[in-house]
């Protein structure tokens, strides 16, 4: 079946802009995660949706980021009065939840974003 | 301090050769689960392998193993048999079972390169 999917694969945009980006999970995952890889580095959490449970924010650096998770599938991650240190690759990833350590978490391709 | 330590930023191997990706771990939960990951060029991750605390035998997928040493807390990665497309980088990720922690903790990779 289709992977998860994650748009637009590229966005360039100015200090100051807000963006918006979309994740679109594997059918039947209900648990859905973004993190953020910045150059040369691993990857840090952001957030973390499962079901219809309050999200787990914890990961969010400022409160310029946020995220909604609607109908229990698609997510939108968005960041507000980008600054140059948004500057990464913004990972998507979804799961079937089996119990804690042992789920296996599937990624999409991405959202590298390029703020001026 | 880091949960996840990977101490080789890269490697090199001769194609067809076997390579050992170092992968050490810090975690007090007695529940946890190991995975890796591949990162080709086109930023997406990859899951390759995982083992779980509790396993009594090392993890193996294809040419993939998983050198589980948990008094010594790594997780190697081998690969065998190394082919011009495992040119990449490799993650180490760590999700804990009883902290509460919905996330998974990557390490700051490996980049191997195969040598024809």
């Known amino acids: 079946g289709a992977g998860v999917s994650q748009s637009p694969s590229n966005k360039v945009t100015e200090k100051g802009k807000d963006v918006e980006l979309r994740c679109d999970p594997i059918s039947g995952h209900t648990a859905l995660y973004w993190y953020r890889q910045s150059l040369g580095q691993g990857l840090e959490f952001l957030i973390y949706?499962?079901?219809?449970?309050?999200?787990?924010k914890s990961g969010l650096p400022s409160d310029r980021f946020s995220a909604e998770r609607t109908g229990g599938s698609v997510s939108t991650l968005t960041i507000q009065r980008t600054q140059q240190e948004d500057s990464a690759v913004y990972l998507c990833a979804s799961s079937f939840p089996s119990g804690g350590f042992q789920e296996t978490q599937y990624f999409g391709p991405g959202t590298r974003l390029l703020v001026l | 301090a880091q949960k996840i330590t990977q101490t080789q930023p890269g490697m090199f191997v001769q194609e067809k050769e076997a390579v050992t990706l170092d992968c050490t771990y810090d975690t007090s939960d007695p529940s946890y689960g190991l995975f890796w990951y591949k990162q080709p060029s086109s930023g997406e991750m990859i899951f390759l392998i995982y083992?779980?605390?509790?396993?009594?035998q090392n993890a193996t997928e294809g040419r993939y193993s998983l050198n589980f040493q948990k008094a010594r807390k790594s997780a190697n990665l081998v690969i065998s048999a190394s082919q011009l497309g495992d040119s990449a980088m490799y993650f180490c990720a760590m999700r804990e079972g009883q902290t509460g922690a919905n996330n998974l903790f990557f390490g700051t990779g490996t980049r191997l390169t195969v040598i024809p």
């Open positions: 949706f499962q079901g219809n449970s309050a999200p787990d």
């Open positions: 083992q779980g605390s509790y396993d009594q």
